[in-house]
């Protein structure tokens, strides 16, 4: 059983950095979903029920103090870690009050520091076991791949996965572009993995690369 965790933070290149900063599956965790704030990260925790929240404390539309108070009352299982510049610590002090379990400095972040936080603030939730992987699957193998982050792949990664000589790339984004609904795409992938599960013709990978990008690999 992997551990759900959910991103809340309004800076694209900073989801992206974390998305890529470990190997999630690896590590015991699955990411189940990005939000660029705290009203669309509220709509995607009713639907994908987290167990962490990675919460940045300075977002639009609802920002992360709030969001702390929300959590607190609505979803008093969900344990949530705070994102943190330097200069709004008071922030982050506020937050724990309102029932935060930990924060991070963004400056300071790495895998690291952030695999160890992840590790502190599951041993809280009551029947958590992290259970860490050997290896990562195919599925974030190709991620990764995708978006630049992994470049050894061989034959053998993939032979079993896909039996077939043939290959097509479907990408689809979203037109709206990066100020668009996280919780649309990840809805999406959900939708083409049922669609392409039911093709006996196609053995099928749907990635969600990150924000608004998904893309199929047909075999």
């Known amino acids: 059983m992997y551990c759900k965790v959910l991103i809340i933070e309004d800076e694209y290149i900073m ?3 974390i998305r890529h900063m470990i190997e999630w ?9 990005e939000a660029s704030n705290g009203e669309e990260g509220l709509a995607m925790m009713e639907e994908y029920q987290p167990d962490i929240i990675l919460a940045d404390i300075v977002m639009p ?24 510049s330097y200069d709004n610590f008071e922030y982050v002090k506020q937050t724990l009050l309102n029932g935060a379990c930990d924060y991070i400095l963004k400056p300071s972040l790495n895998p690291k520091t952030l695999t160890g936080i992840l590790d502190q603030t599951a041993a809280l939730i009551p029947g958590m076991c992290i259970s860490k992987q050997k290896g990562i699957s195919v599925n974030e193998k190709l991620n990764r791949y995708l978006c630049g982050y992994e470049t050894d792949l061989t034959e053998g990664d993939f032979k079993k996965r896909f039996p077939y000589t043939k290959c097509c790339l479907l990408l689809s984004k979203d037109s709206s572009g990066q100020t668009g609904r996280q919780e649309d795409a990840v809805g999406l992938v959900r939708l083409l993995k049922e669609y392409w599960q039911q093709q006996r013709a196609y053995e099928a990978e749907v990635l969600w690369i990150g924000g608004e990008v998904c893309a199929v690999l047909l075999n």
């Open 15 to 17: 989801r992206q950095g």
């Open 25 to 33: 599956e690896k590590e015991g965790y699955q990411l189940i979903g």
């Open 61 to 84: 539309v609802l920002d992360g103090m709030e969001l702390s108070l929300i959590v607190k009352k609505r979803f008093p299982r969900v344990k949530l870690i705070m994102l943190s």
